[in-house]
């Protein structure tokens, strides 16, 4: 990536799966890549013991909402953090997961999101994952215009389109590829959000998640793509490029998942 010119802003999103366990290998990606702002899902941390320092040695400022062992979204800034908001505020939980976090950067309305996975398409924790979708409509409805700039990312636990997914046949009916979730996701995006990275990347082929038990599943791209920067319109006309890095994914003791990067001309 070149240095940052004025006017050029750029997000990362990235689950990490266990911040603690991954800063090897996201401290240096961040030392090379210097993106403005970045979303991290799957922390596996409490709030209280996320790893600021290294950060903010690094130049971030961070906002965390982190819970014990599961879950946890955390923003990291260059520049100042505004508005720092956690969960989908509707009520809905006595305890709020750690599944949303937004805050404003550079006049953009973030919002990081780690979306339930499922775990079995007959199961109370699928039903939870259509129900989270469905607040999430809410959420953006209540909180936000689709005339405004916003930008929602993170981890979506679901494969859009059969492009977006190695084995589309073979994978049909899992909790993240199934006609369930891509009518909870559409739903969601029908709000007002675009799909940037297929702005600029309509092929297929392409992917963020590659699971740890495959075998070479880089090399054999069996991967899905389940990561996902989606922008409102304002925000999307402006973006420049987005793209899927591979690179940390062949790094010793990785995340199962490749940060995707968008870059914008604000």
Same mark, same amino acid.
């Given at each position: 990536?070149t240095?940052? &010119?004025?006017g #050029? ?7 990490? /799966?266990?911040?603690?366990?991954r800063?090897?290998? @996201? ?29 903010? $040695? ?5 906002? =965390? ?15 100042? @953090?505004? *508005? ?6 509707d009520?809905?939980? #006595? +305890? ?14 973030? =919002? ?12 109370? #924790?699928?039903?939870? $994952?259509?129900?989270?979708?469905a607040?999430l ?9 689709? #005339? ?6 993170? *981890?979506? /636990? ?6 977006d ?15 369930? =979730? ?13 799909? =940037?990275?297929? &702005? ?21 791209? +069996?991967?899905?793509?389940? *990561? ?20 940390? &994914? ?5 995340? *199962? ?10």
């Amino acid at each position: 990536m070149t240095a940052k &010119r004025a006017g #050029k802003f750029s997000l990362a999103t990235f689950n990490v /799966n266990s911040v603690r366990s991954r800063l090897d290998v @996201l401290l240096p990606w961040l030392e090379r890549n210097r993106p403005d702002a970045v979303c991290l899902q799957e922390i596996k941390v409490q709030t209280e013991a996320f790893p600021l320092e290294p950060f903010e $040695k690094a130049g971030y400022s961070c906002a =965390v909402f982190g819970e014990k062992s599961y879950n946890g979204v955390a923003i990291l800034s260059r520049e100042p @953090l505004a *508005d720092v908001r956690r969960g989908l505020e509707d009520g809905a939980e #006595k +305890t709020e997961p750690a599944r949303l976090i937004r805050a404003r950067v550079r006049g953009v309305a973030v =919002v990081n999101t780690y979306v339930p996975q499922g775990h079995e398409p007959d199961s109370d #924790k699928f039903r939870y $994952k259509l129900a989270w979708l469905a607040r999430l409509k809410e959420f953006f409805e209540r909180e936000y215009s689709p #005339k405004e700039p916003v930008l929602w990312c993170g *981890d979506m /636990n679901i494969a859009p389109t059969p492009i977006d997914i190695y084995d589309p046949k073979g994978l049909l009916g899992h909790v993240g590829f199934c006609p369930e =979730v891509w009518k909870a996701l559409g739903e969601v995006t029908a709000w007002g959000f675009e799909d =940037v990275f297929r &702005r600029h990347r309509p092929e297929p082929g392409w992917y963020s998640y590659y699971d740890y038990r495959a075998k070479d599943p880089v090399k054999r791209k +069996t991967g899905w793509r389940v *990561d996902h920067v989606y922008c409102s319109a304002p925000l999307a006309e402006r973006c420049t490029d987005c793209w899927i890095d591979v690179e940390p &994914r062949l790094a010793e003791k990785p995340s *199962d998942h490749c940060p995707v990067v968008a870059e914008f001309e604000l």
